[in-house]
């Protein structure tokens, strides 16, 4: 009975370890693919939404694994 109780924490572990990593993957993604987006956005579009084109191809050329932040606030 205690070695079953064991057992299933080292796979509750492995299998938690696995979801977080699911969710980098996944968040990373995200990130690319919203970064990819805003690159392709012409300054006119970027200045009518009240984003400074400035601001928004240096958040379109950060690295992957850096949050983003919030472009109207800068």
């Known amino acids: ?3 079953a109780a064991i057992g299933r924490r080292a796979e509750d572990r492995q299998a938690g370890w696995l979801r977080r990593l699911a969710q980098a993957l996944r968040i990373q993604r995200r990130r690319r693919a919203a970064r990819r987006l805003l690159a392709r956005i012409d300054p006119r579009t970027l200045r009518d ?3 400074d084109p400035v601001a928004a ?3 379109a050329t950060r690295p992957f694994w850096i949050a983003e932040r919030r472009l109207r606030d800068l």
Do not use: K, L, T
């Open 1 to 3: 009975m205690v070695w």
């Open 49 to 51: 939404a009240g984003i």
């Open 57 to 59: 191809h240096y958040e």
